[in-house]
């Protein structure tokens, strides 16, 4: 993931079309779009799993449904723990037949629909309650010895100590870089974090979205709905503010911006 | 039964309650329903019959007229021991048939939710289930059904004019029972089932008791109920914790269950399980009125959560402002000093 | 075996309007899903029909939106589709439901089983699936957590009760209502979803499952819904706690013991 940072490779977010889409066949085809356009830039896709626990279609298939070509570097797929054990390894086989090594490992977040693993299908029953990113991390690299590089996410705005603790149990647990919450400027966790793990690779995200107070769950605290927010330049300043970091992209607009950070990571 | 004329209508009277049984033994939710059907049968000046159908039942029915029946039909049976739905509706629907009861009252368990749509069907009549609210309208003495609809967002209340007798289940929990009269005495009337080669294509094999397959929040006196504000299967852990310092069972909102974090056993609100508790402490729950439904009648309502606007924080009789992973350590550590 | 689920269309929020004539939910311009329930009932059906063999049908009453829910189904693996729609089935209660669903499948014909979800989250009635067995003549059995074993035209089901469970065993033809306990319901796959969005769904009316006008629609319906109204107010203004969390929790506890709670 170092390389990534040095040579400067953005890694784009992607959300597959949701399972209840009215037009999933013109969803398909944006996917697509997105996708290739990435892997042209030479930068990083990064998709989804059932973001924000809604139902939606798998990044696994929509590689292998749309016939979209994998170059190893260049994708990343997220994986929770809101599956059952057999769509699971569905996923992994997928992922490793078609060569993708980098995964996201989180707990992530749930709805009713979703199902969820459970401690006794990692191997886990006794000791933990619920299954979160630890036991998914522990158990992928049993079954997958080797087989991928694996990310962790990282909150900036849960209470620090709690959350240096899971992410060292999530580096333990086999995870070998770092994505953080989004952050919109200079944050004393990310500089703690830093300090702590200056060997790990680490991805802050920026928010790409004008709609700031969307953030506002994220960073626990009311973000006004009217406040003015300008990504491009928050994107700038966060790159001159963490030289030594990569830089995750949610809700960057195909449209309107992805021309525009072509010159900005120098 | 559809009414063609006024005649036919006065062809029905008297207030019934179907008794509940569990494992051959009457449940309290029977008194609750009696207590609802005395205020109606007042109102209609008319008597309240509870039938009252199992396996070495006779001699339970007695407290019933304490509680405020006039007559109990007891039909005693060893085929009626486990629950063979046919059966029982069969044997109602005879009776209804028989009797011509104006209103009939169902406890909305397992038991009687397949019951009275079975016999609703058969004696061609209206049901409406989980009422929260009965009444008689004084112009025509309809009996008009109160009951949340819509995940609880709306009262809608129901009425079935044209048909006889009007059926309604009641949730446990949700009416009160009287003041037993231990002095109160009534008829009791023996009937028989009819219906005897249902058990060949039905049979109850086995029945298990077991506390695992529910949380019977309904026992407990304290209840630590859960919303999205727990954020995780952690923030679970911690509210089990508190649980275990006070004495008291773990609920949840459907938004905790609904995302994973703790099992539906544990729901509270009208698609899980209805309390009555004396102390309800809701943490993180911001208070959808489907999960109101289900626990706005604790005698005791504590919220905690940050913000100090929610349903719940309105309802509550103490709303503490703060964060619930701050605060519920502190009160375990109070609590510790005593 | 031939196994016949029974599905419904359900507002997706809990944002009520109410159309002031009927006293009934206005559906239209609400996003609809497939109630969650009956999710497991698909998905008990078609798991039943992979170890035994047959076909598993999907049948819905509703308006002709509510063909998406039967799409659904389709996609989360049931063989067929039907659905009941026609302005004379509108403001249909439950009892008029149930008598609708149960001439259709009687039209369908030679079915063992049919299976539903234990409710609908927009009435939470639970009476439509004692209400096709009884209209049927069917045996039924509610709150179905477990399907323990199929053999020779009977099945055995674990149904919850409040203090645990029985094990009871039914000839075809049966109904059965099944709680989320079942199963695990599959996510479909776009494959499954891509051929779902294609498939031809039969619409059918009164006539062509020979219902009775007269028990079908409000007029078949002996219930009425006379009033709406939200539900009851606050009973009282809360005491309001707020400092630091041992100031907050300090205070509750002296609460607490004055009402002798504690």
């Not at chain 1, 996917?31 to 809604?54: L, P, W």
Request: aromatic fraction near 6%; charged fraction near 25%.
């Amino acid at each position: 993931m170092l390389h990534h940072i040095k040579n400067k490779v953005y890694h784009i977010e992607i959300l597959p079309p949701k399972q209840d889409s009215q037009k999933l066949e013109a969803d398909l085809e944006l996917f697509a779009q997105k996708y290739n356009r990435v892997m042209e830039s030479g930068y990083c896709a990064c998709i989804t799993d059932n973001a924000m626990g809604h139902l939606s279609f798998q990044g696994t298939e929509m590689i292998e449904e749309l016939g979209l070509e994998v170059r190893p570097e260049q994708v990343m797929i997220h994986l929770n723990t809101f599956h059952t054990l057999e769509d699971l390894h569905n996923i992994l086989d997928t992922c490793k037949s078609k060569g993708i090594k980098y995964l996201l490992v989180v707990s992530g977040d749930g709805s009713e629909r979703l199902p969820k693993l459970q401690p006794s299908d990692v191997g886990a029953e006794g000791k933990v309650e619920s299954v979160t990113s630890v036991e998914l991390l522990k158990y992928i690299e049993s079954k997958y010895p080797g087989t991928f590089t694996m990310g962790v996410a990282f909150n900036p705005y849960e209470p620090p100590e709690h959350e240096f603790e899971k992410l060292k149990r999530k580096l333990d647990a086999g995870a070998s870089f770092i994505i953080t919450q989004p952050i919109i400027e200079k944050n004393k966790i990310v500089d703690e974090l830093l300090e702590k793990y200056p060997d790990i690779p680490v991805i802050v995200e920026a928010w790409m979205s004008r709609k700031l107070h969307l953030l506002s769950e994220a960073v626990g605290y009311e973000i006004p709905e009217n406040t003015q927010y300008d990504p491009i330049e928050t994107l700038k300043s966060i790159h001159k503010l963490y030289p030594q970091c990569g830089v995750y992209l949610a809700l960057l607009g195909f449209k309107t911006q992805y021309h525009l950070i072509k010159d900005i990571w120098v | 039964m559809i009414l063609t004329s006024v005649t036919d209508r006065s062809k029905y009277s008297n207030v019934w309650v179907v008794a509940e049984f569990l494992s051959d033994k009457i449940q309290p939710v029977t008194y609750e329903l009696v207590g609802a059907a005395r205020k109606l049968a007042d109102k209609r000046s008319s008597k309240v019959w509870v039938v009252a159908m199992g396996s070495g039942i006779s001699q339970q029915v007695g407290s019933l007229f304490a509680y405020g029946a006039d007559k109990v039909i007891v039909v005693d049976d060893s085929r009626l021991s486990g629950f063979i739905d046919e059966l029982e509706a069969d044997v109602l629907a005879r009776l209804i048939g028989k009797y011509n009861p104006e209103i009939v009252l169902y406890a909305a368990t397992a038991r009687g939710r397949a019951l009275a749509p079975r016999v609703a069907v058969i004696t061609n009549c209206g049901l409406t289930a989980d009422c929260t609210g009965l009444d008689i309208d004084p112009e025509n003495g309809d009996l008009l059904q109160t009951r949340p609809a819509f995940g609880g967002n709306i009262m809608a209340t129901i009425r079935s004019s044209n048909h006889r007798p009007q059926m309604a289940t009641v949730r446990p929990r949700v009416m009160r029972a009287l003041e037993p009269d231990p002095d109160r005495t009534g008829e009791v009337i023996h009937e028989t089932v009819e219906m005897s080669d249902m058990l060949k294509i039905k049979r109850i094999i086995d029945v298990f008791h077991s506390d695992e397959t529910t949380v019977n929040l309904g026992d407990a006196e304290i209840i630590i109920s859960g919303g999205r504000g727990m954020k995780g299967p952690e923030g679970f852990e911690l509210l089990r914790k508190f649980a275990a310092k006070v004495g008291g069972a773990v609920g949840a909102s459907r938004a905790a269950v609904d995302a994973g974090w703790i099992p539906y056993s544990h729901q509270v609100g009208q698609t899980g399980q209805t309390v009555q508790t004396k102390v309800y402490i809701a943490c993180g729950i911001s208070g959808q009125i489907q999960h109101l439904v289900g626990m706005q009648s604790c005698d005791f309502i504590i919220a905690i959560d940050k913000n100090p606007d929610t349903p719940m924080m309105q309802l509550a009789d103490i709303a503490i402002v703060g964060d619930v992973f701050e605060i519920i350590p502190e009160i375990m550590n109070e609590l510790s000093k005593m | 075996m031939k196994i016949v689920v029974c599905i419904k269309q359900v507002p997706a929020t809990n944002e009520a309007k109410i159309d002031p004539e009927t006293k009934r939910i206005i559906r239209e311009g609400l996003n609809s899903i497939l109630n969650p329930f009956d999710t497991y009932a698909i998905e008990e059906g078609v798991r039943i029909r992979e170890k035994f063999g047959g076909e598993v049908i999907a049948i819905s009453m509703g308006p002709e939106k509510a063909i998406e829910v039967l799409r659904e189904a389709l996609s989360l693996g049931v063989d067929k589709a039907i659905l009941l729609s026609d302005k004379e089935f509108a403001g249909s209660d439950t009892w008029a439901t149930s008598y609708a669903l149960a001439k259709a499948i009687e039209k369908i014909g030679d079915v063992d089983l049919v299976i539903c979800g234990k409710q609908a989250i927009d009435g939470d009635t639970a009476q439509v699936g004692p209400g096709i067995a009884a209209h049927l003549g069917w045996v039924q059995a509610t709150y179905v957590m477990k399907v323990e074993d199929i053999q020779d035209g009977s099945i055995k089901v674990r149904r919850m009760r409040e203090d645990g469970y029985d094990i009871c065993e039914m000839n075809f033809p049966a109904v059965i209502t099944v709680l989320k306990d079942i199963n695990t319901p599959r996510i479909p796959s776009l494959k499954r979803r891509l051929a779902a969005r294609q498939a031809q769904i039969p619409v059918w009316k009164p006539a062509d499952i020979g219902a009775d006008t007269d028990k079908i629609g409000l007029d078949g319906s002996p219930t009425r819904v006379v009033k709406t109204a939200p539900p009851p107010a606050k009973k009282n203004v809360a005491k309001r706690i707020e400092g630091t969390p041992k100031e907050c929790a300090e205070a509750l506890v002296r609460e607490l013991r004055m009402r002798s709670i504690i």
